[in-house]
């Protein structure tokens, strides 16, 4: 059973890291997670929507809509990291580096202080 | 499943409401295409498992507001106030217009039922008729 994501500053992280690789829709993203997880983690399409459009907002990632299918009716809608997309991405694994670092730390030096 | 899809899709475009409505509807734009694209690849699927992958209507109105920026949301929740205050004001309006018709209507009516016209025969009238006998019988 796959752990559902929700913190949003994770799945900004997850979601920009993935379109480094190159563009991708919004379903994409969400099998990548699930695939190169294995399936531990899930990102929800609900969720996962509104910060992707957040982040283009905010010019993190550009979109780009493309028809698709024979009669061309349905369209998709792909993600591309832009730069300054690259340089939040950057922050945000140095943020997330360092929570886990300092939540690291909290366990250890919790453990040590019980045994003394 | 169509049944419970459509009932799914309303759930969650109605959960959408704080955002512009350009932007929900690229939201459930996206939402429907990638349920689609789901739905091709797992025929079977039902209807909880829709849930399970793209969230339920609520889950995805709890990450719709953490996404949101308190100014939109304020915009938003502005914007629904005022629309609220007229549907009233435009409510309120006709209910007086009713009332204000409707006491027309009465006092018309009070007018019409208790009036009655008064015939005065003045002496000067009194005497004997010398006319037509018919034309009194007709009065």
């Given at each position: 059973m796959a752990h559902i994501i929700y913190d949003k500053s994770i799945i900004e992280m997850l979601a920009l890291f993935l379109l480094q690789?190159?563009?991708?829709?919004?379903?994409?993203?969400?099998?990548?997670?699930?695939?190169?997880?294995?399936?531990?983690?899930?990102?929800?399409?609900?969720?996962?929507?509104?910060?992707?459009?957040?982040?283009?907002?905010?010019?993190?990632?550009?979109?780009?809509?493309?028809?698709?299918?024979?009669?061309?009716?349905?369209?998709?809608?792909?993600?591309?990291?832009t730069p300054e997309g690259e340089d939040y991405l950057r922050s945000l694994i140095a943020t997330h580096r360092l929570v886990q670092q300092g939540i690291a730390d909290v366990f250890q030096n919790g453990e040590t202080e019980d045994r003394a | 499943?169509?049944?419970?899809?459509?009932?799914?899709?309303?759930?969650?475009?109605?959960?959408?409401?704080?955002?512009?409505?350009?932007?929900?509807?690229?939201?459930?734009?996206?939402?429907?295409?990638?349920?689609?694209?789901?739905?091709?690849e797992n025929p079977k699927a039902t209807i909880q498992e829709v849930k399970d992958v793209f969230g339920t209507p609520a889950g995805i109105a709890e990450s719709s507001l953490t996404s949101c920026s308190a100014e939109n949301l304020e915009k938003q929740v502005r914007l629904r106030r005022r629309m609220l205050i007229l549907i009233l004001a435009v409510i309120a309006a006709f209910l007086l217009a009713v009332l204000i018709l409707q006491t027309i209507f009465i006092i018309d009516h009070h007018i019409f039922v208790h009036s009655h016209a008064e015939v005065v025969v003045s002496p000067a009238m009194s005497g004997t008729y010398e006319g037509d006998p018919s034309a009194i019988a007709t009065y």
């Open positions: 690789k190159g563009e991708l829709y919004a379903y994409d993203i969400m099998r990548k997670i699930g695939a190169l997880s294995g399936n531990a983690l899930a990102v929800q399409g609900g969720t996962l929507y509104p910060i992707l459009y957040k982040l283009t907002e905010k010019g993190f990632v550009t979109d780009r809509v493309e028809v698709i299918g024979r009669r061309g009716r349905m369209t998709r809608v792909y993600y591309r990291i | 499943m169509t049944r419970e899809l459509k009932k799914y899709y309303r759930t969650v475009r109605k959960k959408l409401f704080m955002f512009p409505r350009k932007k929900r509807n690229a939201i459930f734009e996206e939402l429907q295409r990638d349920v689609s694209a789901y739905l091709e």
